[in-house]
Nanobody
Framework: QLQLVESGGGLVQPGGSLRISCEIS????????IAWFRQAPGKEREGVSC????????YYGDSVKGRFTISRDKAKNTVHLQMSNLQPDDTGIYYC???????????????????WGQGTQVTVSS
């Protein structure tokens, strides 16, 4: 059974940086796209970024492009999301999710992702 566990969330000031991680167990990542979603209070879940199973392609939403970087450490079965120049609008619960796919990364659709972590809270506030 594939399991995902997020870590690294916390409180950061506007303009600051944070790295959140998703440790995956139960299966090798070779066949899975891994995505990060976030959900702010009163808002719909948003696909922030994803990385293809081959690591050859990545996707970033317009709101985070140029500020967030997704990466995968296959040896540790972990996917990281490095976030910089964080703003209050980045506040929310960040979830990682896995989808069985060999296709290039594209805008993640939550309905397609079979496995989800429990989420980690990111709060950007002064």
């Amino acid at each position: 059974q594939l399991q995902l566990v997020e870590s690294g969330g916390g409180l950061v000031q506007p303009g600051g940086s944070l790295r959140i991680s998703c440790e995956i167990s139960g299966v090798a990542l070779d066949y899975y796209v891994i995505a990060w979603f976030r959900q702010a209070p009163g808002k719909e879940r948003e696909g922030v970024s994803c990385i293809s199973s081959s690591d050859r392609s990545t996707y970033y939403g317009d709101s985070v492009k140029g500020r967030f970087t997704i990466s995968r450490d296959k040896a540790k079965n972990t996917v990281h999301l490095q976030m910089s120049n964080l703003q209050p609008d980045d506040t929310g619960i960040y979830y990682c999710a896995a989808h069985l796919s060999l296709f290039p990364a594209k805008r993640p659709n939550a309905a397609e992702y079979e496995y989800w972590g429990q989420g980690t809270q990111v709060t950007v506030s002064s």
